[in-house]
């Protein structure tokens, strides 16, 4: 959320009191929108990666605490989980060498991480879901020793008024109940930000809405949940799930979970930030001071802080950002769909190609979302989470004929979209050799159809055949993937299996 909130109890009226105040946000915000007041376009980029810690043995540890203390940089901060971190990297422009420039960032940033985490025997771990943790790890007292976690946690408890129900069938079935929000805390993300004029906002996140699903079969990295084989991106059912405050009543009338991918293409971003008021009640109501219409009305730049406080509590996988920089409002698409890692270079090759998607998509002149309805994007989104890079997605016919087809995802990657990713990737003037060294990647994931995910399910029945048990199978998976992150090269190249000792 980012939001710095203090644990505490809500009188009966707060949420009214918030209700009218978000109204008022929602106003400054459409005022600030008439006005032009928004920040010119800056091609500014920034990203944030969720991590893991853990042990020799592969096994979460619940040490974020130390760990932050030990790294003592702003870059870093709690997550969800006392076995999560999160690293932001700074705004970039996107131009030039940028993407080898946040490479080089990124692999220092993580290795400083990763022996300051050393120095309490733990390490750190780039992937979308750990398959070492356990049900036994999903309880209240392993959360973040942060109020607003604890705060979060027991609003969305008591909304929901009975235990949360994870059940999601894949390769197995996996059914689980849990007392507290702390199953979300599994999912370790990539979230990708874009920073957007108001009258390119729709077309970019329309644009993000409909490659998501080509993101998840792609970058698929979380196959295993609580030592059971599920999605090949197990990280939004979970997400979702966990998150669910509708008791099954609720469901069954059709109201919207607080995770969710959408339910329409949009002609405005004040659309987005419309449905979260309209939909979702108030989780965290607590008012600041700040009159935003009286700030608006003086010619300044209102904070916005209960429309921003709100927004964080709706799980959009591409969400609406509102912010202030130098005093000077902005908003971004924030892309929250890809897993964490593998490597480096798999998570700028990510990059590469949905900066590079959303550029040339957002400036075609019949974009895809005139072309395919709202509802084959959502279809095609729960597909690739179920089956990755063996996905088939449903995408417009070429030329004008019009109607969709089910195509392989590595074959509308090869044939259509990665010149249009490069092309995007030109319109930011990204260095070619970078464009192409990255959307190589992409490239050849799709030649070998291996991902993070068809790497870790491969590895583990490998060691499954070899005579392990299910759980030291996980175990000897993971270690495995720890050192072959380390080493940095794409997850494409890494030969399958456990080396035998």
């Given at each position: 959320?980012?939001?710095?909130?203090?644990?505490?109890?809500?009188?009966?009226?707060?949420?009214?009191?918030?209700?009218?105040?978000?109204?008022?946000?929602?106003?400054?915000?459409?005022?600030?929108?008439?006005?032009?007041?928004?920040?010119?376009?800056?091609?500014l980029m920034g990203m944030e990666i969720e991590l893991n810690l853990t042990g020799a043995d592969a096994m979460p540890k619940m040490l974020n605490g130390e760990v932050l203390e030990r790294i003592a940089s702003h870059d870093f901060q709690t997550e969800l989980g006392m076995f999560n971190l999160e690293v932001n990297i700074v705004p970039h422009h996107l131009s030039g060498r940028v993407l080898d420039q946040l490479a080089e960032e990124l692999r220092t940033g993580l290795g400083y991480a990763d022996r300051k985490a050393g120095e309490v025997d733990a390490g750190i771990m780039m992937i979308g879901i750990l398959p070492t943790l356990g049900r036994d790890d999903m309880v209240r007292s392993n959360l973040s020793d942060v109020d607003r976690y604890a705060l979060l946690n027991d609003q969305m408890v008591a909304a929901r008024g009975e235990d949360f129900s994870l059940d999601i069938e894949g390769v197995e079935r996996l059914v689980a109940t849990a007392g507290s929000i702390t199953p979300e805390a599994a999912c370790t993300s990539l979230q990708l930000h874009l920073q957007v004029t108001p009258e390119r906002f729709a077309d970019v996140w329309n644009a993000a809405q409909a490659v998501a699903a080509v993101q998840v079969?792609?970058?698929?990295?979380?196959?295993?949940?609580?030592?059971?084989?599920v999605w090949r991106e197990s990280r939004p059912p979970l997400f979702e799930q966990a998150t669910d405050t509708r008791p099954?009543?609720?469901?069954?009338?059709?109201?919207?979970?607080r995770t969710w991918?959408?339910?329409?293409?949009?002609?405005?971003?004040?659309?987005l930030f419309e449905e979260n008021l309209r939909y979702f009640p108030p989780l965290l109501p607590i008012c600041d001071e700040e009159e935003p219409l009286r700030v608006l009305a003086d010619g300044g730049v209102p904070q916005l802080k209960e429309l921003v406080l709100h927004n964080g509590t709706v799980y959009r996988w591409n969400r609406p950002v509102y912010g202030i920089a130098d005093g000077v409002p902005h908003l971004r698409v924030e892309n929250r769909v890809l897993p964490a890692g593998p490597t480096v270079a798999d998570v700028i090759a990510n990059t590469a190609l949905y900066y590079g998607l959303v550029r040339a998509m957002a400036e075609e002149s019949r974009p895809v979302w005139t072309r395919m309805p709202f509802s084959a994007a959502a279809e095609n989104f729960e597909t690739a989470c179920r089956h990755g890079i063996d996905a088939e997605l449903l995408w417009p016919r070429p030329g004008r004929s019009g109607g969709l087809t089910r195509v392989p995802v590595t074959k509308l990657v090869r044939d259509e979209l990665l010149p249009l990713a490069a092309a995007g990737l030109d319109g930011w003037n990204i260095e070619p050799a970078d464009r192409d060294h990255y959307l190589g990647i992409i490239e050849e994931r799709c030649k070998r159809r291996t991902n993070g995910a068809s790497w870790q399910a491969d590895t583990y029945h490998r060691a499954r055949e070899a005579g392990l048990d299910r759980g030291a199978a996980l175990a000897a998976m993971t270690r495995r993937y720890g050192e072959l992150m380390q080493g940095g090269d794409p997850v494409h190249s890494w030969p399958a299996g456990i080396p035998e000792a």
């Open positions: 959320m980012g939001e710095k909130v203090v644990a505490g109890a809500f009188d009966l009226s707060d949420r009214q009191k918030y209700r009218k105040k978000l109204h008022q946000c929602l106003e400054a915000l459409s005022g600030l929108l008439a006005e032009r007041r928004f920040d010119r376009p800056r091609n079969a792609l970058g698929a990295n979380s196959p295993f949940l609580f030592g059971r084989e099954p009543e609720l469901r069954n009338q059709g109201v919207r979970p991918f959408g339910e329409k293409w949009i002609g405005s971003v004040e659309e």
